[in-house]
Every structure is written in structure tokens, then in C-alpha cells.
């Protein structure tokens, strides 16, 4: 490459790089893979190395990538900006040197033995993925918790961090009077899984990793709503400034005898052979972990030799990440279908020639939406990489262009809902496209319907296949519709016996009691989901005070902002929803909190407890019975957990910590008998098979 070229190229791997940086570290969304954006970085710094005259100290090569939620002004001020108060790192946070190649772990091992003249050792560990974090802990207490940042100075979480379960607010036994240590907070797959499901039904963008929802979740405003994520931390560093100790793994030892969260998977290896031995074990392993990893991390343990080695302006020379490939694989897009959403949201879904990937066959990739099939330039017939991290959809990270047919069109994004043909219509400060004819859009409707129907709304026994009948014989446009239907009209249809007519029928009976919070989350109000649902509820005690407040009024409920407080109004000052909320009401649906049962009691007061497995009712009701009876639930066992409820098949990880922290474990039987809880009739039964479809 001549030199002209090579500037060209690195300016624009520069901006590349960076732009990936900010949606990385700042959106929590990024659109390339790890493995392509570590493949960009390699080529940019490889040029660099060919070209010194045009490295300059902004390149992303230099400076690790920015997680600040607003830049720290000229003078370094602290406070300068954002939802976070800025500070600044006592020692710099530096990130670490990356591969994928055996054969570079091979030369970091050599050029370790080449240039330390005492025997030192390794210490392999887990390399965690998640959002890193820095804790201070002063006088034995929790002080200050940092994140990253741009390395420089991070955005001060403290708040939110003392509501990570496992992170000791008070440290115990013989802990320095002051101490950094550093790790990563995490999103283990199942609290990942949840809060997924949890967006989509909200029309909210789903994380693309437990990554991104660590850290995304980590910079939340409420600290409570942070405590509800279900995030965990491990910690695997202390500056070596701040501790006298002889090696890095009597320092995390240490740690771990005063109380913090450390992980027992690291090994001592005494040379590359079980460096490799430890990289293959947990390349299988880590499979099995109930959290995402993505490599390894290997380090020299003794800490004079670390400070023999030192660091370079952007990671140490005692340490290197083994990174582990995704899995991977490469298929042509059959085509592209667009989803309407029961907000009318436009969801781009990729038809995928099918695929075999980490065991599962792959045929459909979602797009997300507009501005994500933009930002991967998919052109009709493009060959596409599709992903599979822990995560349980399938993602599709990039294109590759070398089996892009010359004269290839760009896929268009359609101008119209391909459901009703309505002219689409996108906000400015809206990712999505959306369809506005909510009250004749089939889609909208059938998908308002169906969200009534779903087991966290209503929990009515019928499928996608019966609201396809019953709107399609235009016997119901609105839920309210559902509950005009009558046995004889029923087995009049295709596909229904007695039986099944009343089953269904009796469904309906049975959301006569269903709490007024859930229905006001079935009504499908935009933006409000379960939790809002629940404080609105609560707030205002029943749909007359609710259809009476205004935006300022609704602002006042816990975390309604403008978008949730202005689409509530809007929802409510439109008579159709009125009329539909009266006949609701007339039908004997809860509108109101009075209507209700008080909260069972207060046995669990004070309990902080882990459920684990399946009971004999969902696990949703489970956590609920918890709540209701005045205790906290928890996602992961610490020090603070009163005990783990096990069910059939709990987590093995669960029980192994609880066995080590000493936590009791008690079956569903033993629970209910010891604190005298009796489980209401009226709870679902956790069984799939009760979402039945007639056809
Ligand atoms: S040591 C001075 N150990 O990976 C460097 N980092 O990609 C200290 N990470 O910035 C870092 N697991 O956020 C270390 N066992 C581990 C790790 C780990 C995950 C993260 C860390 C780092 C990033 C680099």
C-alpha cells in the first residue's frame, strides 16, 4: 500500500473505529461483531506500525474506548455533564492487548520468558464479559464505584452499584484501611433472558448481548430499577499500588476472605502447555456457565514481575485476552419480511437459506430495524453472518461483501405497512418506522388482541391461530369483543368441540380476577409495561382517577417521564378507549385496586431470597408470592441471601454457591409449609400446554 493510500485508509478506520466505540460503550447497541471490530482494530494498527508518521494520540489504537455518558470538560472538571458525576481514576483503567491466535499467546509466553530474569508463573482466568467497574472500599465500607470511562475518569455509580446484590457494602476480616479493586458487573443469561422478553412486549429495543444490558443497566438513573435487573459482579484486580501482597492470586485470595465476590475458576499454569490446557477446557466449559465469557485472561502472577513488565499507554505487558470466536456462519438472505407490531412498530426479519449453528438450525434473523439495516448496508441477495452468542436469538452482525454480486440494488426499506398499505411514518427521534392506522391496520389490532390474551396480561387459553379466526369471521376487533362470545356461537366454528368452548370461556371467567395492574398492562397502552403498569396502578387506584389526570399529574408517578405520562394521556382522551374500557368494566374487570385483595402479609419480611428450577406454578407467580408476603427476590446467591428456594431441577451453579456461602436450600413443600403460604386456585398452573390452539 502506498503511503497516500495507507493515510486514507487510516483516517477511515479511525472514524470507523470510533464510531463503533460510541455505540458500543455509550448506546449499549453495537452493530458489528466483537471478532470484526477486534479484526479492524488489528488492520488499523498494523498500518500504524508501517506508517508511524501518521499515528497520532487520539487513535482508537492509543485510548481505550469511552463508556463516559457525557464528555469530561477541557480542565478535566469532575462534574461536567450527563446523568453522572465524572471523576477521576486514582490509577488509570486500561483495557487489555487482544487474539484469537494461539500462536500470539505463544509469543507473549516467550517474550515473558525473554525479558523477566527470575521464575515467575501464570495466572489463566475467566475473561468475564460484561461492563467494567472499580470499587473503593474505605474503612471496611463500600466508598465509590466508578465505571471505565475513557480510562482517564468514569462515570460515579456508586448509587446503583449498592443495589448489586452481591457486592459487600462492609467488608469482614483483616481488609486494608483503603483499597481499589477492580472487575466487571454482569448480566447472567436468565435475568438477561427476562429483561429481553420483557422489552419486546414494550416494543422496546431487545439488547443484542448480556453485555450491553450489564451496562446499560449499570447507568440507569433509579437505582432501584437497578437493583431489579438482576445484576451480579466479580471482581479480578487490585491495583498492585494499593495492596502489599507477592502475588496476584494471594491478593484475590485475600479478597475473597474479606467478603467480595472473586471467582474460584482461576488456575496457576506453569508454562504454555497448561496456558493451553486451561484455554481448551473452557472453550467447552464456559458453555455450561450461567453468565457470558468470551476468552480468557492470562497474567503474570508474581507482582514484581508485573512492575518489571509494565504497561503500554493503553494495556499491561503482564497480561494478555485469548479471545474465543463466536459461533459463526455464513447464508444467504432468502428475503426480507416486515413485522407490525401491535403499536404498529415496523420489525425487519430476515428469511435466512437455513443453517446449522452451535446445534440449532438457523432460518430467520431479526434486523431490529430501520436504522440497523442501514448501518450493515444489506443489499438484495447479500450473504450475512449470523451469531449465536449465549443469548437465544439469533443475530445477524455483518454482511460479507466478497459474495455481493456486482450491480446488487440495496434492500429498500418499504414505504408503506405491508399489512394495510398506510403510508409508514417515522419520528425524527424514533429508530423505528411505524404504521399509523391503529384502528384499521389487521396487525395492530390482532397483535393488540393477542397481548391481552398473553399469559403476563390476561392469561387467556387461546393461540395466535383462534384471534386469526375469530378477527378474520369479524366476531372480535377489541378484547372486549372476546367476552360477548358465547358457548353455542363457539361450536358453531371450524375446530371447536364443547370442551374446548369451555375452557376457553372459563379462561375469561377467570380474568374477572385479575388485578387491576395487570389489566391496565393488558389494555397495551404504548410504553407501558408491566412495572409501569404496576405504578400507575398503585399511584392512582383505579381508571376514574387515572382517566382524570393530567400529563403533569401522571409525571409524578415513579418513573414516568414525558413519553410514558404523554402516551398515557393520549390513550385515555381518545373515546374509543373509552367505550372499550367502559364495556370492559360492564364485562366485571378489575378497574380499580380496592377491588382487590390486600397484599397477602408480611411472613417473608426481611428474607432476601433465590428462586431456582420449576415449581409446581410459574415462576413469575413464585416471585410474586414472594413479593406479596413482604420478601425480596433476588437473582444470584450472596452473602445476603436467607436461602435459595429450589424447585425441580435448579441451577447448579446455585446450589454449589449456596453449599459454599453455607445458604440453606428449601423445596417448594418445605417453604410454603414453614411459613404457612397456601398457593390461590386461581394462579396459572406453569404449563405450556395451556396456550391452546384450536387448529
Ligand atoms: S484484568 C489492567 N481480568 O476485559 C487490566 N480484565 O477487554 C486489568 N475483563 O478492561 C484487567 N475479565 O474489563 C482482567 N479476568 C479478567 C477480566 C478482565 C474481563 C475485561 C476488563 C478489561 C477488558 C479488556
Known sequence: ??????????????????????????????????????????????????????????????????DLDAPVGENAEPDSGGNFVKRAHRYPMLSLGNTYSIAEIEEFSARADKSLDTAFTYCCELKFDGTAICLTYRDGKLYRALTRGDGVNGDDVTENVRHISNIPQILHGDFPPEFEIRGEILMPYDAFDKLNRFREDNDEAPFANPRNAASGSLKLVNPEEVGRRGLMCTLYHIPAQSI??????????????????????????????????????????????????????????????????????KSPRWAVAYKFKAEQALTPILGIDYQVGRTGAITPVANLAPVQLSGTVVK??????????????????????????????????????SKRSSGALPQPF?????????????????????????????????????????????????GEATVEQLYSLDMVKTPADLYDLTKGRLMTLEGWKERSAERFLDSLQATKSVSFERVLYALGIRYVGEQTAREIARHFG????????????????????????????????????????????????????EEQASPVSDKLAGKSIVISGNFSISRDDMKKIISDNGGRNSSSVSGSTSFLLAGSKPGPEKLRKCESLGIP???????????????????????????????
Open 1 to 66: 500500500m502506498d503511503r497516500a493510500a495507507a493515510e486514507h485508509r487510516i483516517t477511515e478506520l479511525k472514524a470507523i473505529l470510533w464510531e463503533n466505540n460510541r455505540r458500543y460503550y455509550v448506546d449499549n447497541a453495537p452493530v458489528i461483531s466483537d471478532f470484526e471490530y477486534d479484526r479492524l482494530m488489528r488492520e488499523l494498527e498494523d498500518l500504524e506500525k508501517e506508517f508511524p508518521e501518521f499515528q497520532t494520540a487520539d487513535s482508537p489504537t492509543r485510548k481505550v474506548g469511552s
Open 244 to 313: 502489599a501482597f507477592d502475588t496476584h492470586d494471594e491478593a484475590l485470595k485475600a479478597a475473597q476472605s474479606w467478603g467480595l465476590p472473586i471467582s474460584d475458576e482461576r488456575r496457576i499454569c506453569r508454562d504454555i502447555n497448561e496456558i493451553k490446557a486451561y484455554i481448551d477446557y473452557w472453550d467447552k466449559a464456559r458453555k455450561t456457565l450461567p453468565f457470558a465469557t468470551d476468552g480468557i485472561v492470562i497474567k503474570i502472577n508474581e507482582l514484581s514481575s508485573q512492575r518489571a513488565l509494565g504497561y503500554t499507554s
Open 364 to 401: 430467520r434473523a431479526t434486523l431490529v430495524n430501520e436504522d440497523q439495516m442501514r448501518m450493515l448496508d444489506i443489499h438484495i441477495g447479500d450473504w450475512v453472518y449470523v451469531e449465536k452468542g449465549g443469548e437465544i436469538s439469533p443475530k445477524l452482525t455483518g454482511v460479507e461483501p
Open 414 to 462: 418499504p414505504d408503506v405497512c405491508p399489512d394495510c398499505g398506510t403510508p409508514l411514518v417515522r419520528a425524527e427521534d424514533e429508530a423505528k418506522a411505524f404504521c399509523p392506522n391503529q384502528d384499521g391496520c389487521p396487525m395492530q389490532i390482532k397483535g393488540r388482541i393477542i397481548h391481552f390474551m398473553s399469559r403476563r396480561a390476561m392469561n387467556i387459553l387461546a
Open 542 to 593: 383505579d381508571i376514574d382517577a387515572l382517566a382524570a389526570a393530567s400529563v403533569e399529574d401522571l409525571l409524578q408517578v415513579r418513573d414516568v417521564g414525558e413519553v410514558i405520562a404523554q402516551s398515557v394521556f393520549n390513550y385515555l382522551a381518545d373515546a374509543r378507549h373509552s367505550i372499550e374500557i367502559q364495556r370492559l368494566r360492564a364485562h366485571g374487570l378489575k378497574f380499580s385496586i
Open 665 to 695: 436450600v428449601k423445596s417448594e413443600e418445605e417453604f410454603l409449609q414453614e411459613f404457612g403460604i397456601i398457593i390461590d386456585a386461581g394462579i396459572s398452573k406453569d404449563n405450556e400446554e395451556q396456550q391452546l390452539t384450536l387448529f
